[in-house]
């Protein structure tokens, strides 16, 4: 059987790259290739060397001005001479970027059968500002199987009338990443100039609270709030250190240096390649953040997470008790940051619960499916 697995964004790369290294493992039953559309390129790199990936396609699609009108155009019509040459059997794409939804129909248009991975997240809103619910609900309608994360998505799947057999729930495949990247990064003979300038960085006297930020919907007075509560978390707590690798966007810069440069328990520091943050994270206390993805990943190190946003696409996480939505409101971040840094026993209970998105075996199942087929 020949698969093709297709993917273009960082978070894409990592999600994807356990299920790349597990069809790998079994290269008697399957000839396995791997193609970057490259729709973000410097941070898909820095992933793929880091899993030891080397891709047999890059379409190298990143251009200074991206929109979405030609880089979907361009994706569907540089994947044709690939899924002619290469006739793969299965086509598997993730999640809700230009490059599932594309890499979708362009697999589709082939005759190759579709596989989702990350099936069934749904915000409901496709008249967002952001198309992520329309490309993963396209992603939805053409994929012939769907590996969903959680049973929520898998519920979602149903009601737009996917058969039952299609679907198969399977917990993240980010799971099965954040575990390979934590023991990699932990063992003694890994070395990461980058892990360690962080360690001159991190006071390990100090409760380490980490904070990422970079949604579109956060922008503006999203995070001129952010930035003045964690001022005040600072302030308040004495004995914690908040870092910060700020994302590079300047809409993001722009507040957060103005308004947090120069207090000394809080340390703004440029954004950090994946197996980095991966440590930062195994030595956090909290995590406060926007992100998706380490709303996922958190709770698998036993790091409880504060939501910076007003709506989740990840309800289970909520639900499950592991990440608590906080939206940008000051005295509700306060709060909850405080009775989390100060009250043991709700610290010690939120960073030992069950982690909904899985437990590391996510592409063992992906791959025993598709092996019965
Ligand atoms: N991440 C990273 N470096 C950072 C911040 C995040 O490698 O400085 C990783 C993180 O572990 C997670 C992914 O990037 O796997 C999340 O990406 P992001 O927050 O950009 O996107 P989202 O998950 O919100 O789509």
């Known amino acids: ?55 047999d396609y890059d379409l190298d699609l990143m251009t200074p001005n991206q929109n979405l009108y030609s880089l979907t155009a361009d994706i569907i019509t540089n994947l044709k001479p690939i899924l002619e040459e290469f006739k793969p059997d299965y086509v598997y794409v993730h999640g809700d970027t230009t490059t599932t939804m594309a890499a979708s129909i362009a697999a589709f248009y082939s005759g190759a059968k579709v596989c989702h991975v990350e099936a069934g997240l749904r915000t409901f809103n496709k008249r967002s500002p952001f198309p992520e ?37 399977t917990g993240n495949t980010v799971i099965d990443a954040l575990q390979f990247s934590a023991e990699k990064v932990t063992s003694e003979t890994y070395s990461d100039i980058e892990i360690d300038a962080l360690k001159s960085v991190v006071d390990s006297s100090k409760k380490l609270v980490l904070v990422t930020g970079h949604r579109r919907e956060n922008h503006g007075q999203g995070f001129i709030n952010i930035c003045s509560t964690l001022k005040e978390i600072a302030l308040q707590n004495k004995a914690v250190q908040i870092i910060y690798p700020v994302h590079l966007n300047p809409k993001v810069q722009k507040p957060v240096y103005e308004l947090l440069e120069g207090i000394h328990n809080i340390q703004l520091i440029d954004p950090l390649s994946y197996p980095a943050f991966v440590w930062l994270m195994g030595q956090s ?30 309800p289970e996480a909520v639900a499950a008790g592991t990440v608590c939505l906080v939206g940008t409101d000051k005295s509700k971040i306060v709060t909850e940051a405080n009775r ?34």
């Open 1 to 55: 059987k020949k698969n093709l697995i297709i993917f273009g964004t960082r978070p894409e790369a990592i999600k994807m790259a356990p299920l790349v290294k597990a069809f790998l493992k079994q290269s008697g039953t399957f000839e396995t290739r791997v193609c970057i559309t490259a729709q973000h390129r410097e941070m898909l790199d820095q992933v793929l060397s880091f899993f030891e990936i080397t891709p």
């Open 133 to 169: 619910e329309v490309n993963r609900s396209i992603a939805g309608a053409i994929a012939d199987y769907h590996f969903s994360p959680t049973a929520t998505s898998k519920q979602n799947l149903l009601n737009e009338n996917i058969k039952e057999e299609a679907i198969l729930v």
């Open 285 to 314: 206390y909290l995590i406060i953040t926007d992100s998706g993805g380490v709303q996922e990943e958190a709770p698998s190190l036993g790091k409880p997470v504060l939501v910076m946003r007003e709506t989740t696409e990840r």
């Open 340 to 373: 989390l840094l100060n009250n043991t026993e709700a610290y010690s209970e939120m960073s030992t619960l069950h982690n909904p998105y899985g437990d590391g075996t996510s592409c063992q199942k992906i791959v025993e499916f598709i092996s019965k087929l």
